[in-house]
Structure formats: structure tokens, C-alpha cells
């Protein structure tokens, strides 16, 4: 730990409770104490210094994990222990891990998980662009407008936004790739409902270099020391912070 100490929600964040964003609200809260008494954002934790959450005392995890999981449908992408169908007992994995970003409890496919909270944001936060593939069944046959229009950003008017201008291409009659560099809510089944579509079957198959492959579902695999390195290449001008969306079709 640096002499001056670190913020208590990197803290948190490293020691493989929550992400930073998750971690400020458990510290509004008040679930988290410092030396016995109750943390405030912006706290630092200085060396040596006791930190718990509800009740338990926390440490740094050294070992940095990254893991992906095949999720099935009908699993919660949350850490929250209430919800029956959490990933988080569902993989149980034996350390302190939780899901980078959100996977729809309808949808399946690539889901990284990790203890590392810095990955999480610079991976994630929409201002950073990065690339996540999917694969869509929708109900009934594609037409070229559709596919078009997809492409052209979509005005989600429930959200007050339009989406980016992104890659899709028709892979079959009623199957269509489309890569997003954005992660609003249920945003993929939004944009073709807006077309008088509807899903049926949704698929993540690659976040930036980490790709699905052959791994079955409800397996799960380390992610291999290439793509961690490639991992870390691409995010490495990524910031962890919030980031300003620029451009006419990110409102």
C-alpha cells in the first residue's frame, strides 16, 4: 500500500469486493469502517489500518482474476446475495470475484468476472469505446432497412438517447452480428423493438479481444496471459473515470 495510503473505494475495489462506482455507495451507506469508525467518500486507508465490511475485515487480494463465463440464460449478472439467481453463487468461484458490466437475465453468452475494479470501469464506461459483439435471433425475417437503420443509431426515446452508429451485418434470415461500443439498458432489444422487432435469442460473443469460442455453457476459463497483455494494451488510454460521450449520436 502507497505511504500516503489509498481512496477507500480502490480499496474496496482491490480487494475484490465491488467496483469503485458500487463501493461509493456502500460507503454512503455506511457498511464500511475504517479502524471502527464509519468511512466517508474520499477516506484513505493508510497502512496497517483495519477495514470492514459489515463487520468483516477486508485485505488486499494480490492475485489479479479475470475470468470468462459462459453465462446461461436465466442468470442475474449481480453480486447482491438476495437474488436467488446471482452469478456470483452460481459460478461459485472460491475467492471474491464480480461481473464487469451487465449480461440480461433473458440473454447469455460472454460474461468476464474479476477482482480487479480499475478493469471493470476501463472496460465498460461507454466514453471508452470498446468493442462488444453480439449474435441476435429476432422473430421474424431481416430486412435490408433494418439492418440499415441499426446501423444508422436508433433513437431510444425512454432513455432520452440516440445510440452510436455501429457495425451489423444479416447472417442469416432471421440472425443478425452487431458490434456495440455503448451498454445502455436491455439496448439491442430496444433498438429492434423500435422496428417492430422482437428477440429471440440474444448471444454475447466477444468484449474487445476476449472472445466466447467453444466454452460451454455455464463453464467458465481463466483468460489466458496473451489476452490479459493484449487486455492491458487496449485499455491502457482507457479511463476508469466517468467520460464525455462526444458526437452527434451519443446523447
Request: aromatic share 6%.
Amino acid at each position: 500500500m502507497q505511504k500516503d495510503g489509498v481512496r477507500i473505494n480502490k480499496y474496496l475495489s482491490e480487494a475484490g469486493i465491488c467496483s469503485r462506482r458500487e463501493a461509493d455507495r456502500y460507503i454512503q451507506n455506511g457498511l464500511i469502517k475504517i479502524d471502527g469508525i464509519t468511512a466517508r467518500i474520499g477516506d484513505r486507508v493508510m497502512p496497517g489500518q483495519d477495514v470492514t465490511y459489515n463487520g468483516r475485515s477486508l485485505s488486499k487480494e494480490d492475485e489479479m482474476i479475470l475470468i470468462a463465463l459462459n453465462k446461461p440464460e436465466g442468470i442475474v449478472c449481480t453480486a447482491e446475495k438476495r437474488e436467488k439467481n446471482n452469478v456470483i453463487d452460481y459460478i461459485n468461484y472460491p475467492k471474491r470475484i464480480y461481473p464487469v458490466g451487465r449480461l440480461d437475465k433473458d440473454s447469455k453468452g460472454l460474461l468476464l468476472l474479476t477482482n480487479n475494479g480499475d478493469i471493470v470501469n476501463k472496460i465498460m464506461r461507454s466514453g471508452n469505446r470498446h468493442e462488444k459483439e453480439y449474435i441476435v435471433t429476432v422473430n421474424r425475417n431481416i430486412s435490408d432497412s433494418f439492418i440499415r437503420g441499426l446501423a444508422g443509431g436508433v433513437p431510444l426515446v425512454e432513455l432520452g438517447v440516440t445510440t452510436r452508429k455501429c457495425h451489423v451485418k444479416k447472417l442469416s434470415s432471421r440472425q443478425f452480428k452487431i458490434i456495440l461500443t455503448q451498454g445502455y439498458n436491455r439496448q439491442i432489444r430496444r433498438m429492434c423493438e423500435y422496428f417492430g422487432y422482437r428477440v429471440v435469442e440474444l448471444e454475447r460473443v466477444r468484449i474487445m479481444n476476449i472472445s466466447l469460442g467453444n466454452l460451454e455453457p455455464g463453464k467458465y476459463r481463466k483468460v489466458t496471459e496473451q489476452e490479459y497483455k493484449t487486455l492491458q494494451k487496449l485499455i491502457e488510454g482507457s479511463s476508469n473515470g466517468p467520460v464525455k460521450d462526444q458526437g452527434r449520436n451519443n446523447r
